[in-house]
Each structure stands twice: as structure tokens, then as C-alpha cells.
């Protein structure tokens, strides 16, 4: 059973910075491609990073240079660290893999508010 169980989400001030944490279980770790979507109530879900299994990085514009995708496949764990946070930031963050697009845990709230 696939299973992904977010953390780290919280309330931060704009310029802020948080680390979102997930422990994926249930598939090959590994191997599989890892993302972080967004979602705010009433929007579509918005793909934020990706980090293939060779440790190659995708980002969506509206993040680039801000946030930072990692792995620690020993932990079949993957991170988002963020910065220089904008109250646009403000959504559920969810993590899924690639292969098991529809699968989702609860997501970890992040909130940017000064």
C-alpha cells in the first residue's frame, strides 16, 4: 500500500523559511521519481519540484531559486526546503510519486502571514 506522510509544515513570516518532510512507504523508493504539488482551497493542485532517482531537480517557475528539493533514499524520505517565503506560498503542501500519481497523503499546511 503506497503511503506518504507529510511534515514540517507551520505558520512562518514573509522572508521566512520552513523544511517540509515526507516518509514515503508501500514502492520502491528508490527508484522512483519524487514531487511536491500545492493546493489552495478551490485551485487546481500545482506541481511545485521533482527530483528523479538520479537526483536530477525540476521546479516550477514560481519557485525557482527559492525552493530546494532533496532525497535520502535510506530514509525513503523526501525534502522541501523553502525560502524567501511570499504569502502566495500560502497552500497544502502534498508529496507523491511519479509512478502513483493520485496518491496522497494529507498534506502539511503552510501559512505566510506576517
Known amino acids: 500500500q503506497v503511503q506518504f506522510v507529510e511534515s514540517g509544515g507551520g505558520l512562518v513570516q514573509p522572508g521566512g523559511s520552513l523544511r517540509l518532510s515526507c516518509a514515503a512507504s508501500?514502492?520502491?523508493?528508490?527508484?522512483?521519481?519524487m514531487t511536491w504539488y500545492r493546493q489552495a482551497p478551490g485551485k487546481e493542485r500545482e506541481l511545485v519540484a521533482t527530483?528523479?532517482?538520479?537526483?536530477?531537480?525540476g521546479y516550477a517557475d514560481s519557485v525557482k531559486g527559492r525552493f530546494t528539493i532533496s532525497r535520502d533514499n535510506a530514509k525513503n524520505t523526501v525534502y522541501l526546503q523553502m525560502t524567501s517565503l511570499k504569502p502566495e506560498d500560502t497552500d497544502v503542501y502534498y508529496c507523491?510519486?511519479?509512478?502513483?500519481?493520485?496518491?496522497w497523503g494529507q498534506g502539511t499546511q503552510v501559512t505566510v502571514s506576517s
Open positions: 508501500g514502492f520502491t523508493f528508490s527508484t522512483s521519481t
Open positions: 527530483i528523479g532517482s538520479s537526483t536530477i531537480t
Open positions: 507523491g510519486a511519479r509512478a502513483y500519481f493520485g496518491s
